[in-house]
C-alpha cells in the first residue's frame, strides 16, 4: 500500500504550484541541472569564505542536482518569489557530519527523502530535503560545512562565530532575514551565533527569522551520557541506555560488508564514538558549557523536530529479575525528544514503535531483530538492515519531518509577499455583527442563515476597493501588510465598519470598529461608513462618516478623521478630527457679516448669498449667532422651526439634510433658517434659506 | 558475581535493581560467561552472553550489558535469549 503524507500540505503544494514563475537564469550551469541565478552567483561570491576568514568552501550556495526534479518530473531549480527577491535559506550540519551538497549525496541533508515512521506506506518522493527547499520561490539554499572541526564546541571559531560571520554576510546582501535549517549539535552553533553580536545589536535576532532544527541536543545529548557510568542519569533512564549499549555492541559485531549502506548500523557509530570529543562532554547533561549557551533570542521562530523510537523489548531486566516490560524510549538514539524540543516555538515529533527481539546469530553472537510492535504481519528485519525514519542521523530522509521542514521554510517565506487584494477573498476576519470569527470565502462570510445578516469585504457591497483598502508595511517588520474595510450586518440596517490590518498569509493582526470612536461627547452613530482608508508612513488615515447624535434619520453627516496605527497589542485611533454642518454654517454666517459675498457665495447654492445678504439688513442680530443644526426629522428641532422638516408642509423645505437655526429676537421671525445639504466628505453647501 | 550479584549492579541499574539482587542471582546459582560472545560496544562497554543456572529451574541465556565503573566491570541489565541455554550449567561460581 502507498502511503502519502499530508502534513503541512497546502503550504507544500502552494509551494510547488507557484514554482510555475520565471527565473532570472546566469550563463553558468552544470551539465545536466538548471543554470544558478545571477543574483545566487553574486552572493555567492561576496560571502565566499576566504572573504569571511573561513576554510575553503565553508560556504557555498547549494548547486542544484540532475537527480533532484519535481513531482512532474523536471530537474529542481532556483526561482524568485513574487517579489522577484531570493531569501537565504542556510543548513548547517551536526556533530560528526556534513553538508556540502554534492552528486555523491554523502551531505547529510542530500540524500533522496526515502523513509517514512508508517512501516505500511512507501515514499516517492523524487529529491533531497535540499532539493525539495531549492524548490520553494524565493528560497536560496546555502551550506556551513565545518565538518573538519565537528568535534569541538559551539564556541570554536570554526562554528558559532564563523556562522555568525556567514548570516551577517547573507543577510546585508540579500536584505532579508535568513532562514536556518540545522540538525543535531548544528542546531547549537546557530543558538550560538543567534545569541551573540552582529553587527550594531546585542543579538542576531534581526538578521534571523526561523531556525528549524532536527534533533538538536538543546539540553544534552543521551550518546555523550555513555561515557558517564558512574552516575545515576535522572535524565535519561538506566534502560534506555542500557538498549543503546547493546544496539551498538551488535552493530559493531558484523563486518562492514554485512551492513547494508544508510542502514541504522552504517550511520548510528560516527556519532556514539564522539562522545569523549570537545563537543561529546559538551553535550552532557548539566554541562558547563551547555549552561552557558543562552536562550533562543525573542523575535526567532524556532521549529524543534524530534524523532520518538520507542521499543517493546521482551524480557529486559537484570538476570531472573525481570523489569516491567514497558516501552523503552530511546528518543532518536542520540537525543531525547525532550532535549530536542526545550525552548522551542513550534515542535514536531515523528514517532517510531518498534519490537526489538534478541536471536541468536551466527556463533552464538547476539543479534537484533525488529519489526513494529502493534502490526505482527511486518516480518522482522535484522538490525543491519534497519533504516528508520525516527533515528538521529536518518531524520532529514524522513517524510514527515521533511514535510514539516519544508512548510517552515515556505510559510516563511510566504510571509515575506505582501499581503493583495486577491489575499483578502479568502482572510479571516473577527466575530462582529452577531457573527461567529471565520474565514472569508470569495470575500464573503460563509454559512451565515439567510436573513440574519452578512460579513463581508467592504469593496464587494459597492464601493471603490482602492478608497477601502490600504497596502503597506503596517507593524514595522518591514513586509507588505494591508488594512482593509469589512461591512457587517446582523439582517437589518448596516452596523458600523471595522478596519482590520492583516500581515501576509493573511493573518489578522488586530481591528477597530469605526463605532469606538467617537469625539469627546458623541455618541457611537447607528452606522459608520468608510469614505477613505490611506496609506502614511506606517499608519493609516481613515476618513469615515456617521450620523450625529438625535438624528433619527441616521443621516452620515459627521465625518471623522483619524489616524490608526498597530501599537504591538492593538489598533489604536490618534489625530482623531469631525466634521459636521456647523462649520460650513458658521462659516457662511460669519462670511454674511464681514459683506464678503464671494466667500459666502463659494459655501452657498447660486443666489442664497445675495438673499442672506438682504436678510442681514432685517435680521442682523441673528447674523451674529451661533447656529444650531438638526436633522430632517429631528424631534427636538424648536417648534417654531417644525415646519422646515415637515415634509409637503408649507414651510418645509424639500431635501434639506441638516437644518441650522439662527436665533432673530428681531420682530417678526423666530429664526433666520439655513438649509444645509452635503456635498462630499467634509463638504457641505447652504442650498436655501427661510425665515420662520 | 553467585557469591555477592549487588557488588556488580551498574550504578545506574541501582535504582530498578534495589536490594533485590540477590533475588536476580539465587545463593546456588552457577554462573557461567560466554567469553568468546563479548561485543564491545565502542564506548567502553559492551555485551555478553551468560548463563545462569539456579537451583531447581532450567538453565538460561542472558545477554549482559556491561559497563566499567573505577576499573571494575558492573552489569547495566540484561536480556533474555530465546531458546534453551547453549551451555552445561557446570562453570564458575
Known amino acids: ?692 | 558475581m553467585s557469591t555477592d550479584p549487588a557488588a556488580l549492579v551498574a550504578t545506574s541499574a541501582r535504582s530498578e535493581v534495589g536490594n533485590q539482587a540477590r533475588q536476580a542471582v539465587p545463593p546456588g546459582t552457577t554462573v557461567t560467561p560466554q567469553v568468546d560472545s563479548w561485543l564491545p560496544d565502542g564506548v567502553g562497554g559492551g555485551i555478553m552472553t551468560v548463563t545462569i543456572a539456579a537451583p531447581g529451574t532450567p538453565a538460561a541465556d542472558y545477554a549482559a550489558v556491561m559497563v566499567q565503573e573505577r576499573g571494575a566491570w558492573k552489569v547495566m541489565a540484561t536480556l533474555l535469549l530465546p531458546g534453551p541455554a547453549n551451555s552445561s550449567t557446570a562453570g564458575a561460581r
Not at chain 1, 415637515?646 to 423645505?653: K, L, M
Open chain 1, 1 to 692: 500500500m502507498k502511503h502519502r503524507y499530508t502534513g503541512r500540505v497546502v503550504t507544500a503544494l502552494a509551494a510547488l504550484v507557484l514554482l510555475a514563475g520565471t527565473q532570472a537564469v546566469a550563463p553558468r550551469a552544470a551539465a545536466s541541472a538548471p543554470a544558478l541565478p545571477s543574483v545566487l552567483i553574486n552572493w555567492s561570491d561576496q560571502c565566499q569564505s576566504d572573504r569571511l576568514g573561513l576554510d575553503q568552501d565553508t560556504v557555498q550556495l547549494a548547486p542544484t542536482l540532475a537527480g533532484d526534479t519535481t513531482p512532474q518530473g523536471k530537474p529542481v531549480a532556483y526561482a524568485p518569489d513574487s517579489r522577484r527577491r531570493y531569501t537565504p535559506v542556510i543548513i548547517v550540519h551536526g556533530w560528526t557530519g556534513s553538508d556540502t551538497h554534492t552528486s555523491d549525496r554523502t551531505g547529510d541533508f542530500s540524500s533522496i527523502i526515502d523513509l517514512t515512521a508508517n512501516a505500511l506506506g512507501t515514499v516517492d518522493t523524487t529529491r533531497s530535503l535540499i532539493g525539495q527547499f531549492q524548490n520553494v520561490p524565493g528560497a536560496a539554499v546555502f551550506t556551513f560545512d565545518y565538518h573538519p572541526y565537528s568535534a569541538r564546541w559551539v564556541d570554536d571559531s570554526h562554528l558559532g562565530p564563523a556562522l555568525g560571520k556567514v548570516i551577517d554576510c547573507l543577510y546585508q546582501a540579500s536584505g532579508q532575514k535568513v532562514i536556518v535549517v540545522a540538525h543535531s549539535m548544528g542546531g547549537l552553533v546557530t543558538r550560538y551565533a543567534a545569541t551573540h553580536p552582529g553587527p550594531g545589536a546585542a543579538d542576531r535576532s534581526r538578521e534571523i527569522s526561523t531556525v528549524v532544527t532536527f534533533g538538536t541536543p538543546e539540553t544534552g545529548s543521551v550518546a555523550a551520557l555513555l561515557g558517564e557510568t558512574l552516575l545515576d542519569q535522572g535524565a535519561v533512564t538506566n534502560q534506555t541506555l542500557a538498549l543503546i549499549r547493546t544496539i551498538l555492541a551488535v552493530c559493531g559485531s558484523y563486518t562492514s560488508n554485512e551492513i547494508e549502506t544508510g542502514t541504522l548500523c552504517d550511520r548510528l557509530y560516527a556519532p556514539a564514538r564522539a562522545l569523549e570529543s570537545t563537543a561529546g562532554q559538551a553535550l552532557r547533561y548539566g554541562s558547563p558549557q551547555l549552561a552557558a549557551l543562552k536562550p533562543w533570542p525573542a523575535g526567532i521562530t524556532v521549529d524543534a523536530l524530534a524523532g520518538q523510537t520507542t521499543f517493546q523489548v521482551p524480557d529486559l531486566g537484570w538476570f531472573a529479575l525481570p523489569w516491567d516490560t514497558v516501552p523503552v524510549n530511546v528518543g532518536d538514539i542520540i537525543v531525547t525528544a525532550d532535549s530536542a524540543q526545550h525552548g522551542a516555538t513550534l515542535t514536531k515529533t515523528v514517532s517510531c514503535d518498534y519490537q526489538l527481539n534478541p536471536a541468536r546469530g551466527a556463533g552464538d553472537f547476539l543479534d537484533l531483530r525488529l519489526r513494529l510492535a502493534s502490526k505482527a504481519d511486518i516480518a522482522q528485519e535484522p538490525l543491519k538492515a534497519f533504516t528508520g525514519a525516527c533515528f538521529h542521523v536518518d531524520l532529514m530522509r524522513g517524510i514527515e519531518l521533511t514535510n514539516e521542514a519544508l512548510g517552515a521554510v515556505a510559510d516563511d517565506l510566504s510571509s515575506r509577499q505582501p499581503v493583495t487584494a486577491a489575499d483578502l477573498l479568502s482572510a479571516p476576519v473577527p466575530a462582529a455583527c452577531e457573527h461567529d470569527a471565520g474565514t472569508l470565502t470569495g470575500g464573503r462570510l460563509a454559512g451565515i442563515p439567510a436573513n440574519h445578516g452578512s460579513m463581508e469585504l467592504a469593496w464587494l457591497d459597492g464601493g471603490q476597493r482602492s478608497d477601502l483598502l490600504a497596502l503597506g508595511d503596517l507593524n514595522g517588520d518591514g513586509y507588505g501588510d494591508a488594512a482593509a474595510t469589512l461591512a457587517c450586518n446582523a439582517g437589518g440596517v448596516a452596523w458600523p465598519e471595522l478596519v482590520a490590518f492583516y500581515t501576509p498569509g493573511p493573518h489578522l493582526l488586530g481591528y477597530v470598529s469605526l463605532g469606538d470612536i467617537n469625539a469627546p461627547g458623541r455618541q457611537p452613530g447607528e452606522h459608520a461608513d468608510v469614505y477613505q482608508l490611506r496609506y502614511d508612513n506606517g499608519a493609516v488615515v481613515a476618513e469615515w462618516s456617521t450620523p450625529e447624535d438625535g438624528d433619527p434619520g441616521a443621516m452620515s453627516s459627521l465625518d471623522y478623521t483619524a489616524t490608526l496605527r498597530w501599537n504591538g497589542h492593538g489598533i489604536t485611533a490618534a489625530n482623531l478630527s469631525a466634521t459636521t454642518e456647523l462649520a460650513t454654517a458658521a462659516q457662511f454666517v460669519t462670511d454674511i457679516r464681514h459683506g464678503d459675498a464671494q466667500a459666502a457665495q463659494s459655501l452657498s447654492a447660486a443666489g442664497v448669498a445675495a438673499e442672506a445678504a438682504n436678510q442681514l439688513r432685517s435680521y442682523p442680530d441673528a447674523f451674529q449667532a451661533t447656529p444650531s443644526c438638526y436633522g430632517e426629522n429631528s424631534l427636538d428641532i424648536p417648534a417654531p422651526a417644525a415646519g422646515l422638516t415637515a415634509a409637503g408642509g408649507p414651510q418645509w423645505i424639500q431635501n434639506a439634510q441638516r437644518i441650522c437655526l439662527l436665533p432673530a429676537t428681531a420682530t417678526g421671525a423666530h429664526y433666520v433658517a439655513l438649509a444645509m445639504n452635503k456635498q462630499g466628505f467634509q463638504r457641505w453647501q447652504v442650498t436655501s434659506l427661510a425665515i420662520v
